[in-house]
T-cell receptor, first 116, second 115 residues
Framework: GAVVSQHPSRVICKSGTSVKIECRSL??????MFWYRQFPKQSLMLMAT?????????EQGVEKDKFLINHASLTLSTLTVTSAHPEDSSFYIC????????????FGDGTRLSIL | GENVEQHPSTLSVQEGDSAVIKCTYS??????FPWYKQELGKRPQLIIDIRSNVGEKKDQRIAVTLNKTAKHFSLHITETQPEDSAVYFC??????????????FGQGTELSVKP
C-alpha cells in the first residue's frame, strides 16, 4: 500500500487561484521531503527540498514566492501554487525517504493541476 | 550540478526478448542510483537500486550494472512481458545531499513490449 499520501489527486481551477497540495508520510517520520513537477511525456524535475522546521531549498529557476512550501510537522509537507496560471498546469508529485538517511524514496500518487 | 542522460528515449521489443536502458551521470561523487517504473498517470515505483560500492545487482528478471569509472549504469530486463510496458527513469543522488538525498532523473525511456 501507499506509504506516502498526496492530496488532492486532481485540481481544476481558474487562473489566479492559489492551490494547496498536501504530502503526508504514513507510519514514518520524514524530516525531508521533495517536490517534483512533471510535464506530459517528460521527466521529473526537482523543484525543492522541503525541510521540517526550516526553510525549503529551491532548485535553480524555481520561484520560491510562486511555489510556497511548508513542512510544519514530521509527517506533512505542503506545496502552495500561488496565483496559478495556465503555464503552471502540470503533474506535481512529492517523495520522502523511508527510514531517513539515504534510504530509497517513495512517491505520492501525484496531483494533476489544470489551470483554466 | 549533477546531470543524468538516459538512452534510448523509446524502446520496442518482442515479448520474451531482453531490454537494456543506459544512463550516464556527471557527478563522480554520486553514490546512489535507483530505477523507477512509471505507468501512465501514476506514481513512479522503485524497481531496483544500486549503491556505488556494488557493481551489479539482480532481482529476478531485473538487473542493474554500475561502472563508476565510466560513470554509467544500465538496467537490464530479461524475458520481457507486456506488463513491463511503461516509462522507466534512472536517477542519481548527488553527493552533497546523500543523507535523504534528492534525485536527479534521466529523461525517461518508453518501453513497449509487443505480444
Amino acid at each position: 500500500g501507499a506509504v506516502v499520501s498526496q492530496h488532492p489527486s486532481r485540481v481544476i481551477c481558474k487562473s489566479g487561484t492559489s492551490v494547496k497540495i498536501e504530502c503526508r508520510s504514513l507510519d514514518f517520520q520524514a524530516t525531508t521531503m521533495f517536490w517534483y513537477r512533471q510535464f506530459p511525456k517528460q521527466s521529473l524535475m526537482l523543484m525543492a527540498t522541503s525541510n521540517e522546521g526550516s526553510k525549503a531549498t529551491y532548485e535553480q529557476g524555481v520561484e520560491k514566492d510562486k511555489f510556497l512550501i511548508n513542512h510544519a510537522s514530521l509527517t506533512l509537507s505542503t506545496l502552495t501554487v500561488t496565483s496559478a496560471h495556465p503555464e503552471d498546469s502540470s503533474f506535481y508529485i512529492c517523495s520522502a525517504p523511508i527510514g531517513g538517511g539515504d534510504q530509497p524514496q517513495h512517491f505520492g500518487d501525484g496531483t494533476r493541476l489544470s489551470i483554466l | 550540478g549533477e546531470n543524468v542522460e538516459q538512452h534510448p528515449s523509446t524502446l520496442s521489443v518482442q515479448e520474451g526478448d531482453s531490454a537494456v536502458i543506459k544512463c550516464t551521470y556527471s557527478d563522480s561523487a554520486s553514490n546512489y542510483f535507483p530505477w523507477y517504473k512509471q505507468e501512465l498517470g501514476k506514481r513512479p515505483q522503485l524497481i531496483i537500486d544500486i549503491r556505488s560500492n556494488v557493481g551489479e545487482k539482480k532481482d529476478q528478471r531485473i538487473a542493474v550494472t554500475l561502472n563508476k569509472t565510466a560513470k554509467h549504469f544500465s538496467l537490464h530486463i530479461t524475458e520481457t512481458q507486456p506488463e513491463d510496458s511503461a516509462v522507466y527513469f534512472c536517477a542519481a543522488s548527488p553527493s552533497i545531499y546523500n543523507q535523504g538525498g534528492k534525485l536527479i532523473f534521466g529523461q525517461g525511456t518508453e518501453l513497449s513490449v509487443k505480444p
